[in-house]
T-cell receptor, first 111, second 113 residues
Framework: KQEVTQIPAALSVPEGENLVLNCSFTDSAIYNLQWFRQDPGKGLTSLLL?????REQTSGRLNASLDKSSGRSTLYIAASQPGDSATYLC??????????FGKGTTLSVSS | DGGITQSPKYLFRKEGQNVTLSCEQN?????MYWYRQDPGQGLRLIYY???????QKGDIAEGYSVSREKKESFPLTVTSAQKNPTAFYLCASTPVSRNTEAFFGQGTRLTVV
């Protein structure tokens, strides 16, 4: 059974710092991997989608990488800002089921 | 604008009562999903549907029921059999091809009073 793990569970950084969030999964037979952002009490907003054949995707200050063979993905946030404070979730998409989520990393960026 | 609408935003349920959470999408997506989110637990799958009039149980389906009579709608009923229903409920949708991103509603917070 697929398991998705996110490390660390929480992270606090000063404004301007570059940071990396980690996501690992146990079964490499995935269609794609998606990173989401969730603000407190809100739904999920999609940040980046990486297909299984891709190595990375970029959107503004965000860069996500995927190493399917090792079961790992990272989300790189450049020049962090207080507005980046939120919970970040990764999810894998595979045959026979719905998206499977990690428990998330809660990020706090202080000014 | 296309998107997913969940209602109500807040819902209160008395002990022994059934309640229904609404989820409507106008994205023309084939697949729809219901997740439950508890603090520290991440998102757990309750039910999903890939086509009208068909749905599958997820990891925590006990005490819940769904229907999929229309492509746009996937309501979730929390029955009295669900012993601990207080949680944040999220609805999502994707095209059946799964090659594009999933979209989520803004959630319904259910509280037992």
């Amino acid at each position: 059974k697929q398991e998705v793990t996110q490390i660390p569970a929480a992270l606090s950084v000063p404004e301007g710092e570059n940071l990396v969030l980690n996501c690992s999964f146990t079964d490499s037979a995935i269609y794609n991997l998606q990173w989401f952002r969730q603000d407190p009490g809100k739904g999920l907003t999609s940040l980046l989608l990486i297909q299984s054949s891709q190595r990375e995707q970029t959107s503004g200050r965000l860069n996500a990488s995927l190493d399917k063979s090792s079961g790992r993905s990272t989300l790189y946030i450049a020049a962090s800002q207080p507005g980046d404070s939120a919970t970040y979730l990764c999810a894998v998409n595979q045959a026979g089921t719905a998206l499977i989520f990690g428990k998330g990393t809660t990020l706090s960026v202080s000014s | 604008d296309g998107g997913i609408t969940q209602s109500p935003k807040y819902l209160f349920r008395k002990e022994g009562q059934n309640v229904t959470l609404s989820c409507e999408q106008n994205l023309n997506h084939d697949a729809m999903y219901w997740y439950r989110q508890d603090p520290g637990q991440g998102l757990r799958l309750i039910y999903y549907s890939q086509i009208v009039n068909d749905f599958q149980k997820g990891d925590i389906a006990e005490g819940y029921s769904v229907s999929r009579e229309k492509k746009e709608s996937f309501p979730l009923t929390v029955t009295s059999a669900q012993k601990n229903p207080t949680a944040f409920y999220l609805c999502a949708s994707t095209p059946v091809s799964r090659n594009t991103e999933a979209f989520f509603g803004q959630g319904t917070r259910l509280t037992v009073v």
